[in-house]
């Protein structure tokens, strides 16, 4: 895979992420659109690009099996939530909290490994930190949590991802020629 390739997955995982991220935060409040609703079209949506994102750049990701992994826990947490009254919720929330400690693993793999490729890599590092604590804090409170703390801390990282991967793809693109 060249190294365009690559940053077209880059930017259209960017592009996929900011616009998840917003309609996630901002649609339930003005639009009749459940939140609840809004989560499991954003979880299924990114887990399933995530899984075919994978596949295709197995060749140049090392990871691309935490990728895979990743991507269905999202979509297996989306699809059940669509089944809610047969799926308990803290199942639920708990996957919603491993999806974000394999997502630190995965951001801090993705800007190890792209260090000599993408401008600002050391973004993700940030991210990855963001991602951890959030996993940890949803984990730690899965009893008096609710699904609406996976929603907005998916919504806000989907949103931080979305704009970290945009950046570090006009740097690379644009700033080095």
């Not at 990743?70 to 009254?85: C, K, R, T």
Request: glycine share 8%; net charge positive.
């Amino acid at each position: 895979m060249t190294e365009n390739k690559f940053l077209m997955f880059v930017l259209t995982e960017g592009i996929l992420l900011l616009v998840l991220g917003l309609t996630v935060l901002i649609l339930p409040k003005i639009s009749f659109i459940s939140f609840g609703f809004l989560i499991c079209v954003s979880f299924i949506v990114y887990g399933i690009f995530k899984i075919i994102c994978a596949l295709f750049t197995r060749n140049f990701s090392r990871h691309y099996i935490l990728d895979i992994l990743e991507g269905l826990i999202l979509a297996v947490a989306g699809f059940s939530l669509f089944a809610i009254p047969v799926f308990d919720i803290a199942l639920i929330t708990g996957l919603g909290g491993i999806y974000f400690i394999l997502k630190s693993i995965s951001s801090s793999a993705f800007s190890v490994q792209t260090r000599k490729t993408l401008n600002f890599w050391w973004m993700c590092m940030f991210l990855a930190i963001f991602e951890f604590f959030s996993g940890i804090i949803i984990i730690i409170t899965i009893p008096s949590s609710a699904l609406w703390l996976v929603g907005v801390a998916a919504g806000l990282d989907f949103v931080l991802s979305g704009m970290v991967l945009l950046n570090m793809y006009i740097s690379t693109k644009y700033i080095q020629g």
